[in-house]
């Protein structure tokens, strides 16, 4: 079964408005998980690393004004896109990993389609 | 820098047949692992295969094996009894250093024919 939510699963909005993505780690505690981005056929990129307790670490280019994340507990990550303008339309896909004892695999949500008009 | 780059944009395939999918990639890290990801339409991201970089012999599940071959860099996929299910986008990716995020190359879109 699943291990990582994401809610919701699709969201159209108007432009200039703010909009949350949740993530949440549904079997053991994630004290990391990340943000990916994708648009429409490309490849995943890194945005952001999500660290519960702390500041996240974004990549360059990425505006943490934008984007900004919270990871106020171990099984949830959320990510709320800012004053949302139709450039910010794209796939978002959270994922954690299992650690190098469960063999560094990655388990990715399912995503959110954002679309804003 | 970590990259990883894979060649071919889009690939065809007859089902029953076998599709090799190529990735080079490039890191600095002694211990990394790499992974082949599936993304079928539903863009739910599903793990195909890993190798974890230390080990000698290629990983293989079922009808998915990989040729990885460490000082050139290279970790292709092979599918073996290619099944119309597999039509899908195919992600190389590489984990290495302490980071846990993962390094995608740009995809190949793989369409198995019947």
Redesign the interface.
């Known amino acids: 079964g699943a291990v990582v939510s994401q809610h919701p699963s699709w969201v159209i909005c108007k432009s200039g408005t703010s909009v949350k993505i949740e993530c949440r780690s549904l079997d053991f505690q994630a004290t990391t998980m990340f943000w990916y981005r994708q648009f429409p056929k490309q490849s995943l990129m890194l945005m952001a690393t999500s660290n519960e307790g702390s500041k996240a670490t974004y990549e360059q280019g990425v505006e943490k004004d934008k984007f900004l994340i919270n990871h106020a507990s171990l099984t949830l990550s959320t990510l709320t896109v800012t004053s949302a303008h139709p450039e910010d339309s794209s796939f978002y896909i959270c994922s954690k990993t299992s650690g190098i004892l469960l063999g560094n695999e990655q388990f990715f949500g399912p995503g959110t389609r954002l679309t804003v008009l | 820098a970590q990259t990883v780059t894979q060649s071919q944009p889009e690939m065809s395939v007859q089902e029953a047949e076998t599709v090799t999918l190529s990735c080079t990639y490039d890191t600095s890290e002694n211990n990394y ?1 790499l ?1 082949w990801y599936k993304q079928p339409p ?4 599903i ?1 195909v295969i ?1 190798q ?1 970089a230390y080990k000698q012999q290629n990983a293989t599940e079922n009808r998915f094996s990989v040729n990885f071959q460490k000082a050139a860099k290279s970790f292709s996929l092979k599918i073996s009894d290619s099944q119309l299910g597999d039509t899908a986008m195919y ?1 190389c ?1 590489l ?1 290495g250093g302490s ?9 190949t879109k793989l369409s198995v024919k019947p």
Do not use: C, D, T, V
């Open positions: 692992y992974f539903s863009r739910q991201m793990l890993r974890e992600f990716a984990k980071q846990g995020n993962l390094i995608f190359g740009k995809g």
